[in-house]
């Protein structure tokens, strides 16, 4: 093979390569995206349960319910878009941890989204603040192991 022609084909190649890792960049900003807005959901529909347990707000089992359904549907969203490659994308506070040690973040995830469905199920305002503080320290769980603090 002639010089021209293995330059050539060496060039075709690296092409070929970054063209590859840019048609795989846009998924790692949509999962990005997709994830950052989940969890900004989960802190939205946490703020009307802080309300009612601080007694801002009166206890409403409709607004809890509405509430922690939204909460626990958000972290199933969220847990799917923590894909590989999308932690190289945008400002992020999310642990590399969590693609290195990704059973025990789908675990705590997990487990964090019982507390949620859990708490949908509460009825009565005595049984609210002991599911709201099983759902606070599941996310506190996961915070602690995987989420970097604010610069």
């Known amino acids: 093979m002639t010089r021209s022609k293995t330059l050539a084909l060496s060039s075709f190649a690296l092409a070929g390569a970054v063209a590859l890792a840019y048609a795989q ?13 989940a969890m900004e959901g989960v802190n939205e529909a946490m703020k009307p349960l802080g309300a009612i347990a601080k007694k801002q707000a009166p206890f409403d089992a409709a607004v809890v319910k509405k509430n922690a359904t939204v909460i626990e549907q958000k972290l199933g969203e969220a847990s799917k878009h923590f894909t590989a490659g999308s932690e190289k994308v945008g400002k992020t506070r999310a642990k590399a941890d969590i693609w290195t040690s990704r059973e025990d973040f789908d675990r705590l ?3 964090a989204r019982t ?20 759902l606070g320290t599941a996310c506190k769980s996961c915070h602690d192991m995987y989420r970097a603090p604010e610069n």
């Open 25 to 37: 960049a846009p998924d790692a900003v949509a999962a990005f995206n997709a994830r950052h807005e």
């Open 109 to 111: 995830m997990g487990e």
């Open 115 to 134: 507390a949620a469905a859990a708490l949908a199920k509460v009825s009565d305002e005595a049984a609210f603040r002991p599911a709201l503080g099983t």
